[in-house]
């Protein structure tokens, strides 16, 4: 008898054990908030790309979405389905630009940013960002036959700018310090506002400079044009994500540091910064600087 009271209580723990082993999932899913829960229950992630920041996140010859923020935005991809268990997981591609990209990504229609957005104190009041994975210089393009050789040589012209990149607002600050005066026409892109300075309906574009490489590079005459040595601001470059959505950002900040910290970053950085990329084939030869080497020794989500 004490044998069998003691069989029954042994039989109870176990079953005790074993129910609260089985519930552990469901306590998990139930502690997964904001947008990794979202993701688990619909089972899919909407990615939003540009159309024509090159090589950031671009469309190639055949409108699929590629380029360097691409590919490590697929990496965080990879670590959701392993965290979730998600190996089916469907990734959904959305098309963003410079003013829809934020709005999208507030109202739910899209869950990460991957393309070519400045980190800014300006912009965290509204979004969060993962780690550092460029540095760029806000400057000019022009023609090398328009004789303008400074910024300040602007004065007077007609420049383009994208409509929602920062360079609007520090284009007209650089107006206001410099005391010159620009017409400002805005591009829906980066390619529409590239296309106002290839048809001469303004005198320079004003971008960050790795975006006016990338277009120059796949321009008709690439030899026609240069990019001014003056920076109005240097910025950094990272992915977009949801504010106040701590275990989402963990895991983008965890992934991305780690294929930094590793040295796998210099693998995407060669590929597409250093080698010839779709569709010309063209190689940006754009080296990594002193600022950016130092963000990926020490990744950080500081912003601008």
């Known amino acids: 008898m004490k044998f069998n009271r003691l069989f029954a209580a042994s039989a109870m723990t176990a079953v005790a054990f074993a129910t609260l082993t089985a519930a552990a999932p469901?306590?998990?899913?139930?502690?997964?908030?904001?947008?990794?829960?979202?993701?688990?229950?619909?089972?899919?992630?909407?990615?939003?790309?540009?159309?024509?920041?090159?090589?950031?996140?671009?469309?190639?010859?055949?409108?699929?979405?590629?380029?360097y923020a691409m590919d490590l935005c697929m990496k965080v991809v990879d670590a959701i389905k392993a965290d979730l268990k998600l190996p089916n997981l469907k990734i959904n591609l959305q098309p963003v630009n410079s003013s829809t990209r934020i709005p999208l990504l507030i109202n739910g229609t899209i869950d990460l940013e991957c393309g070519s957005t400045t980190n800014s104190m300006e912009r965290q009041l509204q979004v969060a960002f993962g780690p550092t994975y460029f540095v760029i210089n806000v400057t000019a393009a022009v023609k090398k036959s328009s004789g303008i050789n400074t910024l300040i040589d602007l004065n007077g012209k007609n420049i383009s700018t994208t409509s929602g990149s920062t360079a609007v607002g520090l284009t007209k600050k650089f107006e206001?310090?410099?005391?010159?005066?620009?017409?400002?026409?805005y591009g829906k892109d980066h390619g529409e506002s590239f296309l106002l300075l290839v048809d001469d309906r303004v005198s320079a574009f004003i971008m960050d400079d790795i975006l006016l490489a990338g277009q120059i590079a796949n321009s008709k005459e690439p030899s026609s044009y240069k990019i001014l040595p003056e920076?109005?601001?240097?910025?950094?470059?990272?992915?977009?994500?949801?504010?106040?959505?701590?275990?989402?950002?963990?895991?983008?900040?965890?992934?991305?540091?780690?294929?930094?910290?590793?040295?796998?970053?210099?693998?995407?950085?060669?590929?597409?910064?250093?080698?010839?990329?779709?569709?010309?084939?063209?190689n940006l030869n754009f080296p990594m600087t002193p600022a950016l080497r130092e963000a990926f020794r020490n990744p950080n989500d500081k912003g601008v």
């Open 231 to 282: 920076s109005m601001r240097t910025e950094p470059y990272s992915m977009m994500l949801r504010k106040d959505d701590p275990q989402f950002k963990a895991l983008v900040d965890k992934t991305v540091s780690a294929i930094m910290k590793s040295g796998e970053i210099d693998k995407f950085y060669a590929k597409w910064f250093m080698s010839p990329v779709p569709p010309k084939n063209v």
């Open 176 to 185: 206001k310090t410099a005391s010159i005066d620009v017409k400002e026409i």
């Open 26 to 67: 469901s306590a998990q899913a139930e502690d997964l908030a904001g947008t990794l829960k979202k993701i688990k229950d619909t089972g899919a992630i909407t990615v939003g790309f540009r159309e024509t920041s090159i090589p950031f996140s671009y469309l190639d010859d055949k409108q699929q979405p590629i380029g």
